[in-house]
């Protein structure tokens, strides 16, 4: 009885051992989809949810997934549109993605408007929320144009923010102004470089089809 | 010896005489001509090019001097110096030989004895090897006897099912043969002729015509006779009809007998082989006799072809395996589903193991050959309700994996979908309009055929799961091959390698012992003229002969050291002929 239980007690403490070493690792990752519904962009939501369910369909199951909005004033929980994790097993998996493309399609038809774009705002939301959860890999993916505009009352221009281990995604960058393409590339060297000095690392986006290979297949 | 100064007095000369003496003219003592310089030095216009004696590079100062060695200027005192290097190494002669005996001797000495020791272990590691090769061919002879002798009791035992209608029909037939023999004995042909004739007398005294007489006479006899044949006519029919089984049930018997005489043949061969083998002195022999090689490869053949089943069944099982371990999580980098799919694997071919042990065709668990019949049947039916269960198990996840990707895929498709479809919906056509009854009726058509391509995809799956879980149990026989021929090749190979390890370090000695030998010549050859000179003066003292004695036991001594290990491996010093005699005479008494 003594040796079955000494027996067991080594089991468990090489069990232990091993997830404590390091051999049991997670595979699963977080991902925050931050959709832009200021004036420039809300007419590319719909699009932009549609690209987001083609990444959906690629998670894999025990991802998580949250996706909120860039508004006004976008450091808030009132800007979380829903937040998930897919479950274990592929067919449960599988149906709570549709679920997630139900839920997305919703909030496409009924987006409002929002007065004014703090980025940097749903930025800092975002990575605070990641950085909850367990999952070593972590993507904010933002669909957004980049144009910041601060209002009176929520001025997020000046804040500090920390996206260390965070990989920030731009997809469907829409360019506001045809006409000036210096001006869109300088954009995205600024938000590159803002990212960058957060810790975070930078990618963007050009095609749909990019976009769940880049987070999916990593 | 007048050969020794004579040679003494021409290396002085050259060592005393500059090298350029020997090429040119006092005049141009230190230069020499480059090319085709030597022509034009004759016209006058000599391009001339000083070189270091030694290296052979141009040295300035060889233009302004005589030229130097290593910084001695030739001459005198260069041969100055290389005499008393020379009075040096005859002085320092003793102790420069004990070094060099230090270094190539003992060195030698010491690679000779590795290589003796490699040697005696590589052989002893043959002998063992062989032996261990004709015990195991041994024992595979008395497991062939065994089962030989198993097979015989068997068939001992039905013997007598076998021969009891044989030997009651053989009986039935002896006993009708022996009626019908007795009948046709008792016949008495002449008797009832007789017999006939004495009854037709009456008839032929009343009647008194010949002819009337002849014709009651053929008569009577004629009725006698048949009379007489009518209870011959069974046994008749009774030899023709025994004769034919009789030859029937020879044959069977000679069958019997042939089938007999087989499996004692054969018993009798492996006994004959077997008892070679156990008799038998030379090992190795044995050993070479049987094959090792050709079951193994055989076996490797065998395994790969059961491994690749493996990786097979391994991608049927590693997906549905998430439904029931789900996933997420890695174990020392493989995923979970993969590791719990490698898991089952695993488990399924010891299960096959076991029950190839317990079945009696593999003997690669100790623990089976010790257990009762009774309990390895048990462990064999165990065996069989998991490896059955495994086969379901597997089944139901072939199921589940087509499930899987039917789902993955309709989830892929429903974002392509909702991708591709305008943002704004379009006006959509009346239901009962024919054009929109045309795409929904090819729509309905490409479904049923995807998913009747998708259930004969699911079978084939179902059959594979099925299968495979016993093909891997079948893989357990060529493994006791495997593992057991490795053994002995690795063994064989480790013995070879040992022995090619002797054979390097009792070359390396040789080598060693040659080259101390060249170099202690080499040494005496530069210090003959002192020595030469010792000799003479301790000669004159009347102790020539001592010294003499000295170096030769000296000699004796490095000879006897340089050819101490005894060694058959042919690089040794020859033996002496008083060596030889004595061996042979050993030989003789032997």
């Known amino acids: 009885m003594m040796r079955r239980l000494l027996l067991g007690a080594l089991t468990a403490t090489a069990l232990a051992g091993l997830a404590a070493c390091g051999l049991i690792t997670s595979t699963s990752r977080s991902v925050f989809v931050v959709f832009d519904v200021s004036g420039t962009y809300v007419k590319a939501v719909p699009d932009a949810t549609k690209y987001a369910n083609l990444m959906i369909a690629e998670l894999q199951p025990g991802d998580w997934l949250g996706?909120?909005?860039?508004?006004?004033?976008?450091?808030?929980?009132?800007?979380?549109?829903?937040?998930?994790?897919?479950?274990?097993?592929?067919?449960?998996a599988s149906a709570a993605k549709r679920e997630l493309f139900t839920q997305l399609g919703a909030y496409a038809a009924q987006v409002k408007s929002a007065k004014y774009t703090d980025i940097k705002g749903a930025l800092a939301q975002a990575a605070f929320e990641l950085r909850q959860r367990p999952e070593a890999?972590?993507?904010?993916?933002?669909?957004?144009?980049?144009?910041?505009?601060?209002?009176?009352?929520?001025?997020?221009?000046?804040?500090?923010?920390?996206?260390?281990?965070?990989?920030?995604?731009?997809?469907?960058?829409?360019?506001?102004?045809?006409?000036?393409?210096?001006?869109?590339?300088?954009?995205?060297?600024?938000?590159?470089?803002?990212?960058?000095?957060?810790?975070?690392?930078?990618?963007?986006?050009?095609?749909?089809?990019?976009?769940?290979?880049?987070?999916?297949?990593? | 010896m007048p050969v020794i100064p004579a040679i003494s007095a021409i290396c002085f000369s050259i060592v005393i005489s500059p090298p350029h003496s020997r090429l040119y003219p006092p005049g141009e003592s230190g230069r020499v001509v480059i090319g085709g310089a030597r022509a034009r030095a004759a016209e006058g216009h000599a391009v001339e090019e000083t070189v270091q004696a030694a290296t052979g590079s141009p040295s300035p100062d060889a233009a302004i001097d005589g030229g130097n060695f290593f910084g001695i200027p030739y001459g005198w005192p260069l041969a100055a110096v290389i005499v008393g290097v020379i009075l040096f190494m005859w002085m320092a002669r003793h102790p420069v030989r004990q070094v060099l005996w230090q270094i190539f001797f003992i060195t030698g000495r010491v690679f000779g004895r590795w290589g003796l020791w490699l040697k005696e272990h590589g052989q002893a590691a043959r002998v063992t090897c062989a032996d261990k090769i004709a015990s195991h061919r041994a024992d595979e002879l008395q497991d062939r006897m065994l089962m030989l002798e198993d097979r015989i009791g068997h068939r001992a035992e039905k013997l007598p099912k076998e021969t009891t209608p044989i030997i009651a029909r053989l009986d039935k037939s002896t006993h009708t043969l022996a009626t019908t023999a007795n009948d046709l004995a008792d016949i008495n042909l002449e008797d009832t002729a007789e017999r006939a004739f004495?009854?037709?007398?009456?008839?032929?005294?009343?009647?008194?015509?010949?002819?009337?007489?002849?014709?009651?006479?053929?008569?009577?006899?004629?009725?006698?006779?048949?009379?007489?044949?009518?209870?011959?006519?069974?046994?008749?029919t009774a030899l023709k009809t025994e004769g034919p089984r009789l030859r029937d049930v020879a044959q069977k018997l000679g069958k019997?007998?042939?089938?007999?005489?087989?499996?004692?043949?054969?018993?009798?061969?492996?006994?004959?082989?077997?008892e070679a083998i156990v008799k038998s002195e030379d090992r190795v022999k044995v050993a070479s006799q049987a094959s090792i090689l050709v079951p193994w490869l055989i076996a490797i053949l065998v395994t790969g072809i059961a491994l690749s089943g493996v990786f097979l069944n391994f991608f049927l099982i590693e997906r549905p395996m998430s439904e029931i371990v789900g996933e997420g999580a890695r174990i020392a980098g493989i995923g979970l589903p993969t590791f719990a799919a490698m898991i089952v694997i695993f488990l399924e071919f010891v299960t096959g193991v076991i029950l190839m042990d317990s079945a009696g065709f593999t003997r690669l668990i100790p623990a089976f050959h010790s257990m009762s019949d009774g309990g390895r049947k048990i462990m064999f039916w165990v065996a069989f309700t998991f490896l059955a269960a495994f086969s379901?198990?597997?089944?139901?996840?072939?199921?589940?994996?087509?499930?899987?990707?039917?789902?993955?895929?309709?989830?892929?498709?429903?974002?392509?979908?909702?991708?591709?479809?305008?943002?704004?919906?379009?006006?959509?056509?009346?239901?009962?309009?024919?054009?929109?009854?045309?795409?929904?009726?090819?729509?309905?058509?490409?479904?049923?055929?995807?998913?009747?391509?998708?259930?004969l995809a699911t079978i084939a799956q179902l059959i594979l799961a099925v299968l495979i879980p016993w093909l891997l149990a079948a893989a357990a026989l060529p493994?006791?091959?495997?593992?057991?021929?490795?053994?002995?090749?690795?063994?064989?190979?480790?013995?070879?390698?040992?022995?090619?390890?002797?054979?390097?370090?009792?070359?390396?000695?040789?080598?060693?012992?040659?080259?101390?030998?060249?170099?202690?010549?080499?040494?005496?050859?530069?210090?003959?003229?002192?020595?030469?000179?010792?000799?003479?003066?301790?000669?004159?003292?009347?102790?020539?002969?001592?010294?003499?004695?000295?170096?030769?036991?000296?000699?004796?001594?490095?000879?006897?050291?340089?050819?101490?290990?005894?060694?058959?491996?042919?690089?040794n010093q020859p033996i002496s002929k008083r060596e030889r005699r004595e061996r042979e005479k050993e030989l003789k008494r032997a």
């Open chain 1, 67 to 92: 996706v909120s909005q860039i508004s006004a004033c976008s450091f808030s929980e009132k800007e979380i549109i829903l937040q998930r994790q897919l479950p274990e097993t592929p067919s449960l």
């Open chain 1, 137 to 218: 890999q972590r993507y904010i993916v933002l669909f957004s144009d980049m144009v910041e505009d601060h209002g009176k009352t929520c001025d997020t221009s000046n804040i500090k923010l920390d996206l260390k281990g965070i990989n920030v995604i731009a997809a469907n960058v829409i360019k506001s102004n045809p006409a000036d393409p210096d001006k869109y590339f300088a954009l995205l060297e600024k938000w590159e470089q803002a990212v960058k000095d957060a810790g975070g690392t930078w990618s963007l986006v050009a095609s749909p089809d990019q976009l769940p290979k880049l987070v999916a297949s990593r």
């Open chain 2, 198 to 236: 004495r009854a037709a007398m009456p008839s032929i005294e009343q009647g008194r015509g010949l002819s009337k007489m002849e014709k009651t006479i053929a008569q009577n006899t004629a009725r006698a006779m048949n009379e007489r044949l009518v209870p011959v006519r069974p046994a008749l």
């Open chain 2, 256 to 274: 019997i007998d042939q089938r007999f005489n087989q499996g004692v043949e054969q018993v009798n061969k492996a006994f004959t082989e077997f």
């Open chain 2, 392 to 455: 379901v198990l597997e089944a139901t996840l072939s199921i589940v994996r087509e499930q899987i990707i039917e789902q993955q895929q309709e989830t892929r498709d429903l974002a392509n979908r909702a991708l591709v479809s305008p943002t704004l919906a379009a006006p959509q056509p009346a239901a009962a309009s024919p054009e929109a009854a045309a795409p929904a009726e090819s729509a309905t058509r490409a479904d049923e055929t995807r998913k009747a391509g998708l259930q």
């Open chain 2, 479 to 571: 493994l006791e091959t495997i593992i057991r021929n490795s053994v002995f090749m690795v063994s064989i190979a480790s013995s070879y390698f040992l022995l090619a390890l002797a054979f390097i370090c009792k070359t390396i000695a040789v080598a060693l012992k040659g080259a101390g030998l060249f170099v202690l010549s080499v040494y005496d050859l530069i210090i003959f003229v002192p020595l030469g000179i010792q000799r003479m003066v301790t000669g004159k003292r009347g102790s020539r002969r001592s010294e003499d004695r000295r170096e030769r036991k000296e000699r004796r001594k490095e000879e006897e050291a340089s050819s101490d290990d005894d060694d058959p491996m042919t690089l």
